[in-house]
């Protein structure tokens, strides 16, 4: 009998399963990054700048290729997490990063679930902790499902898809000048460079940094010769944020240069109000919920990532952990009903220290250790050049995050 049908069956399904595995990672990373603060800062960047905030999007999505492309690469050839390329580095210095990661990922996740609550209430008017109680559940159902990993791949594509469906809809019906956003992306009026870097700290800072690097390597999209597909998803995964970022602006920009004024209490519920009537506040409800739940699944999958060390890599004793992670934010979130502001600046400003520090140490392999912690894998000199200069932008952002600790005392 001949067996190469079966052959060629089972390497189209591990193809499969790969692809999937690839999109889902890229979706992570994205919809990690697009969460409830994501929302709310186009909003206002947009109300601020008008058509003048297209350039910041552009630079901070150049740079946010840059950063992913060395973390991507790195991590994905290595076959190693963040944390424990960092003690092959410098022993014990994986054990801080990780502690940086999980802490911030702990008080965000607390406003993650907060956005799911309000989201609830857009949608249905319901009570916002029974809203962030039931989010929260359905977050814990996917990881306490037989194939969790799939699960979560397929539920933060789904998500993701729907998000920028809804904004792209909401951004043709509120007629935006197009023309002059095109012209501001590359000869701008106005240029904020504090915009720009709070976009940048917004998108791969903390957490965001290394969701689909991990989940890639969990994946088993492993090692040199992955290489094409593992540069192809990085990109890609911050093209998708940029794409809800572009349309969440544009539509946005149609609404304010239509003359409306946003409430200052809700700018986004009011521009999607002002867009599509009494409906656009459920819509806005439905985008609000999918871009936090999808936010809290990676927050809380990529924070547990980091104590792999101490789950010894078993994969049920992990989607606990998460399970667990989770209904600790959500026990935080109805005792306080929204994270504090001095542990949100804490955690902000942490976040803003963990991106050169974790990009550092990424370069660092790149250029010093690619012969063992590589495989012998050849770094681009160009890839390199581009990581340094980004990293060096990286440090005035941590040096800049500083003023949110000081402002503590």
Partial sequence: MDDHPTVQTETNTTARATRGALVGAMFLMATSAIGPGFITQTTVFTDQLGAAFAFAIVVSILVDIAVQLNVWRVIGVSG?????????????????????????????NIGNIGGTALGMNAMFGMDVKLGGAISALVAIGIFLSKRAGVAMDRIVVVLGVLMIAMVLYTAIVSDPPVGQAL????????????????????????????????????????????????????????????????????????????GAVLAADNPPASAFQSALGDVGVRVFGVILWAASITSVIGASYTSVSFLSGLLKGNDRRRNFAVVGFIAVCTALFLALGKAPVTLLVLAGALNG?????????????????????????????WLLVIGVLVWALTVYLGYESLGGIKDLW
């Fill in 183 to 258: 012209k501001q992306s590359v000869l701008p009026d106005d240029i904020d460079f504090l915009i720009i870097t709070t976009l940048i700290g917004g998108t791969v800072g903390g957490y965001i940094t290394y969701a689909g690097a991990h989940r890639i390597v969990d994946s088993g999209i492993t090692g040199p010769d992955q290489v094409a597909q593992i540069s192809r998803g990085s990109i890609t995964g911050i093209l998708v944020t940029g794409v809800m970022r572009v349309l969440l602006f544009l539509a946005v920009l149609g609404v304010v240069t239509g």
């Fill in 353 to 381: 220290l963990i991106l050169p520090v974790g990009l550092a140490v990424i370069l660092w392999v790149a250029a010093r250790r690619w012969q063992d912690l590589l495989g012998g894998y050849r770094y681009p000199r």
């Fill in 80 to 108: 190693l997490h963040a944390q424990d390329l960092a003690n092959k580095v410098a022993p014990g210095a994986g054990y801080v990063l990780a502690a940086l990661v999980v802490l911030g990922g702990l008080v965000f």
